[in-house]
């Protein structure tokens, strides 16, 4: 699964969660922490708690799969430039 990093350049930290619905369902595994617990009607459920992380500004954030780029938020602010991307794939650049 392709990874990436986040490049905060900005002054404010940025937190994002991994929502399940937009994140797990594009990739092959679901990454949430599962809590179970007794419904209403006695039935045991369980529910998904997305991952979150917190860039710090001005530093990179832990490798994370690409699929955060589907996060609205996320997408927004590297489209704005504020989110760099460091692509942990791309091979390295040969200087000459």
Known sequence: MPKIQLQNVTSQPFEFTEYHDVVCRRRDACKCAI?????????????????????????????VDREVLYVQHVADLVKVGKLVI???????????
């Open 35 to 63: 809590k179970h617990a007794v419904g209403p009607n006695g039935k045991n459920v369980s529910k998904h708690l997305p991952r979150s992380f917190r860039v710090a500004a001005g530093s990179i954030s832990e490798p």
């Open 86 to 96: 460091v692509d942990l794939e791309a091979p390295p650049v040969k200087e000459s």
